[in-house]
């Protein structure tokens, strides 16, 4: 029974650590919003074809130049990754339940990758919008599961802020993108920024593979799984030495067991997906990141492009890059620092979402507002540091209202929910509204006063009866046994395993 137990228990990472994988965790999140924020820029995004009333025509340049896009159509090249997303993130998330978690984000990245270049090799506008959509894809898998992974093995008195660190790297990525993309594309060519991405995800897409993969709490070991399954091959085996048409007989019935499992798995996810949706914390909280994300989602897209516009930026791309990486890096790290400060409870997140939404709304609102260039430089750079101090605390609900093993599903329908309803339609109704209106300052004006909602969305939340569940035991009984009942990082468990194997 021992050798047994020790031939289905998950291999110990050799080297890996709690640090290292927040550290490895960060650098993708880091290099994934990049890209999007590189496809925003300047330098890569562009500007269209366009002819004076006098007669004079200036070429376009980057992707809106080189196949002519209308806004609309610029839009719908950031609305495709987030298709591509929302489809995705729910299916990887299902998956988790059955395949390792691990090997998952590695298929991911590859997808990504793969993608990524074939945006850099796109000849219309077709064909990169297929190539964002896939882009989309590749990044489902990581965004489902990256935060379950470092939920569990951050220290119990800084998980928020840690997932500050983790999430603190969303506006940091969107500025270096705005950079990045501009220096590559005015000094190269914007194909050259996709290449590049490539390049940098590379090693992390073959280390999802190569690496021993992790256990999240709340899922029994993917490897006792494959072990079980061996062991049922291996008697198949024997049983065809000795009885050939009985084999036979299995594999004609294997089509129908397969049917049989994919409609177990489906059933399973719907069952989740109610308990998610009967949950007035997670719907309240998730309602609120809609409304929050469909403005920040306009912002980071068209944000350059306006302020070009609005106050004649010559290097829009330089300028909203170094506002976004500073404030948001401070600023996200500085939301989950004060939660945990505030004792980290749902009902206290909830306090600190709606505090610093509503802040975040008057000082960008203010902004809008004055003709000249330096205060509103001021005046947004304080409402960005309240803005994205929203990020770990909105998390934290998401993965602290349900229980451990709903926590993949509650981060990918969050995701599909505030791309498919905010950012995935706010960016091309924003070109919309902009082609109609012909006035970015207007346009910014009725975009951001969208964010007061949002913040009495959250304070709604205040109210209603929470409860932590990190801690409470999975229903699948075959998991009791290999999540714990403790709070000790999962990573940090090898020593303590090795302990009480020893005689």
């Given amino acids: 029974m021992a050798s047994s137990s020790t031939a289905l228990s998950p291999p110990k990472p050799s080297w890996i650590t709690p640090e290292r994988l927040l550290a490895i965790f960060c650098v993708i999140n880091l290099i994934n919003y990049v890209d999007r924020g590189a496809i925003a820029s300047n330098g890569v995004n562009g500007s269209r074809r366009s002819c004076s009333k006098s007669g004079t025509c200036t070429s376009g340049r980057g992707i809106q130049g080189d196949?002519?896009?209308?806004?609309?159509?610029?839009?719908?090249?950031?609305?495709?990754?987030m298709v591509g997303l929302l489809v995705a993130c729910p299916i990887f998330a299902s998956l988790a339940k059955s395949v390792n978690p691990f090997r998952l984000i590695g298929v991911g990245l590859s997808v990504w990758t793969v993608a990524v270049v074939g945006c850099g090799f796109s000849i219309n506008f077709w064909s990169i919008t297929v190539c964002r959509m896939l882009v989309g894809v590749g990044e489902a898998s990581f965004i489902s599961l990256a935060a379950p992974f470092i939920d569990d093995n951050a220290p119990p008195a800084k998980k928020t802020l840690w997932l500050g660190m983790f999430y603190m790297f969303i506006p940091a990525g969107y500025a270096a993108g705005y950079v990045y993309g501009g220096l590559v594309g005015d000094h190269f060519s914007w194909r050259y920024a996709f290449f590049g991405e490539a390049v940098l995800m590379l090693p992390f897409a073959v280390l999802g593979f190569v690496m021993k993969p992790l256990q999240l709490k709340g899922f029994a070991p993917a490897e006792s799984t494959e072990a079980l399954t061996s062991i049922e091959t291996t008697s198949l085996e024997v049983q065809a030495d000795t009885d050939v048409s009985v084999v036979k007989g299995s594999m004609k019935s294997s089509k129908s067991k397969c049917a049989f499992v994919d409609l177990k798995q489906f059933s399973r996810f719907m069952k989740d997906l109610k308990v998610l949706l009967l949950d007035k914390v997670y719907v309240v909280n998730v309602i609120g990141y809609i409304v929050?994300?469909?403005v920040l989602g306009a912002y980071s897209y068209w944000g350059p492009k306006a302020g070009y516009s609005i106050y004649n930026m010559s290097n829009a791309d330089l300028i909203f890059g170094g506002i976004t990486i500073v404030c948001g890096i401070v600023g996200t790290l500085a939301g989950?620092?004060?939660?945990?400060?505030?004792n980290s409870t749902i009902s206290n997140a909830f306090k600190l979402l709606s505090a610093v939404t509503f802040a975040g709304a008057i000082f960008c609102f203010s902004a809008f507002c004055f003709k000249s260039m330096y205060p509103f430089l001021a005046l947004f750079a304080i409402g960005e540091l309240f803005v994205f101090a929203t990020q770990a605390p909105v998390n934290f609900i998401c993965l602290h209202c349900v229980k451990p093993s709903l926590r993949p599903i509650s981060m990918a329908i969050s995701t599909v929910a505030i791309h498919l309803f905010g950012d995935v339609p706010s960016s091309p109704l924003v070109g919309v509204l902009q082609d109609q209106t012909n006035n970015w300052r207007k346009t910014a004006l009725i975009l951001t006063f969208i964010l007061f909602p949002a913040a009495v969305i959250w304070f709604i939340g205040i109210f209603l009866h929470s409860v932590d569940r990190f801690d409470e035991a999975s229903e699948h009984p075959e998991v009791t046994t290999t999540d714990g009942s403790d709070t000790t990082p999962l990573l940090d468990r090898k020593a303590a395993g090795t302990t009480e194997t020893e005689p």
């Fill in 67 to 81: 196949f002519n896009l209308s806004n609309f159509e610029d839009g719908v090249l950031s609305s495709a990754f």
């Fill in 292 to 294: 929050y994300n469909f």
């Fill in 336 to 342: 989950g620092y004060v939660l945990d400060l505030i």
